[in-house]
């Protein structure tokens, strides 16, 4: 698209161009001791191996009064497709959390895992030890396919089984050919001469910004396939995937404060079989990269292009990749977007149990021991462990003869006890200390906000009833907050921008409805609404169409039609 890419190219593009297949300077840096950070263009490229240098903001102020070095540690983010390990795994995963960062795992929206707190000393051996456990952090960050997310139990069905398969085809199929992470982390040879690979698919310069997978199995949508850059949707005929429907163009991120940058919901363009699948997955990628704009990263991902192209003329440059056009989609409906928590039995005879983990945080807390759990159980589970997009845990594929062990283990930690609907649905991201780019709390406030909004629940008489809840510290909007019932997006310390009524399948963006609102402004705007819900609602009519229909909020369509808030909102 020649309007964008006329203007020089953001500096990220020649930090990609320069940096040798991804390699840069990261293990000059590794070596240098004097230090706890990494130099600022390699800071961009460990992105694109999972690793974010971070300083713990909560010191930030008191070690600059000091003219201290911030007090740096790295973010390492694996790459687990479908979110699937074994026991044994996590046995490795929890081992790595304890020797070698800070003693936790965050289990995040997007179905992996997160280590907080590695000191560069220990980067090499954290990362070598995630290979031992057959893991990476290969493409977890960066202008790359990250993480491909699937729905979350592949025992449910046969085609909830192949949409794990799925994802794992997607995931190696879109994968850098690029050496540098074994070079780095594992000291792997360097290729003769250590002169860059050829990567067929990204190029020299990858991808314009990141892009996100997930695949969906009606009736759930537990992965938020409309939030995505590519959503793939299963049709399913008596039993089996006979194929995917296509959705393209979702996203999440945008900037207080820009019109121009707005969250949206994916467009659905076509069907594909699954053998067509990965061929699908490549060109909507290869339109991206060669029509992405490469100037202004806030402008850069699909759904940009995508507003920038028209989607018909981006379904024909897919089309022309792929050398035949797209058949018509199946359609598909969608009755939420939660987890299965607690104990259910599939048709193959196994059990599961869904595990709640609050805001995705595994740590040992007085009466709700996650990490040493987890433990009990990984060593007497012989199936899986498989991350949730909503940030909980499945065990998978519990046999017979292991449950009553599992039951007890639950037990013994504290693990059994049952959380109120709002919480169990409630998301927030990680935001402070760790991430550079929260402006307001998030993981760390949210159990408290939903203790006040449970309270308020309970005089509403809605206490069995779910709502879903998100927050996120920044508009960058990793906990998918515009797509929730309720969302708060922070704004400034203890001020958060309200929105409401998102849908509760996850197909409709929510809209603006208080600014800048603190916990009191919250509970203020809330109480009368929810209250108003409980008795004006129609039978099973969710808090999210209610307020639509009640006046609250206009019902919003999908794209820039968001900007009118977020003019508005500035
Ligand atoms: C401009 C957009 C974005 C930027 C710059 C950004 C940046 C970041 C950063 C720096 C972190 C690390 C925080 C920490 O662990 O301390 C993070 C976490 C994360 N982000 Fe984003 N992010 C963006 C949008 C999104 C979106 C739209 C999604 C998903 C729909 C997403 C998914 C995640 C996930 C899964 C995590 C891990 C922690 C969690 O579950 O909250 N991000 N992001
Ligand atoms: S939404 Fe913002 S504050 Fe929260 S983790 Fe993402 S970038 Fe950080």
Known sequence: MPDTNIAPPSKNEGIKLRSRALRGSILEGLGQGWTGALADDDTQLTKFHGIYQQDDRDLRAERGRKRMEPALSFMARLRIPGGRVTGEQWLQLDAIARERANGTIRL????TIQYHGIIKGNLQPAIAAVNDALLDTIAACGDV?????????P????????????????????????????????????????????????GTTYLPRKFKIAIAVPPQNDVDVYAHDLGLIAAVEDGITVGYDVVVGGGMGMTHGEPDTFPRTGDTIGFC???????????????????????VRKHARLKYTIERMGLDAFKREVEGHLGYALPPARGATFAGTGDRLGWHESADGTWHYGLFIENGRVHDLPTRRLMAGLRAIANIHRGELVMTANQNLVIAGVAPDDKA??????????????????????MACVALPTCGLALAESERYMP?????????????????DEVVLRMTGCPNGCA??????????????GRYHLYLGGAFDGTRLNKLYRRDVDHAGVLAALSPLLHGWAA???????????????????????????????????
């Open 273 to 295: 079989t699954p053998d067509q699948a990965l061929a699908v997955a490549d060109a909507v990628v290869r339109v991206q990269r060669d029509n992405g704009n490469r100037a």
């Open 448 to 464: 408290d906000l939903v203790t006040a909004l449970d309270a308020v629940m309970a005089e509403a008489g809605l206490s069995g």
């Open 405 to 426: 062990g599992i039951v007890a283990a639950l037990a013994q930690h504290g693990l059994d006890g049952g959380a109120s609907p709002l919480r169990q649905r409630a």
């Open 155 to 202: 025992h449910e069905s046969p085609a909830h089984a192949a949409a794990l398969d799925m994802a794992r085809t997607l995931s190696d199929g879109l994968l850098p050919k690029s050496r540098a992470w074994h070079e780095i982390w594992l000291g792997e040879e360097l290729v003769a001469g250590g002169e860059p690979e050829h990567e067929p698919l990204f």
């Open 480 to 493: 998918r907050p515009y797509m929730a019932e309720i969302a708060l997006v922070g704004r400034g310390p």
């Open 145 to 153: 396919n990250r993480n491909v997310i699937a729905t979350s139990n």
């Open 536 to 570: 004006g609602r129609h039978p099973g009519e969710h808090f999210g169409e209610w307020v639509i229909r009640a006046g609250h909020v206009a019902a919003t369509l999908a794209g820039n039609q968001f900007h009118a808030d977020v003019a508005d909102a500035a």
């Open 108 to 111: 995040t929206t997007r179905q």
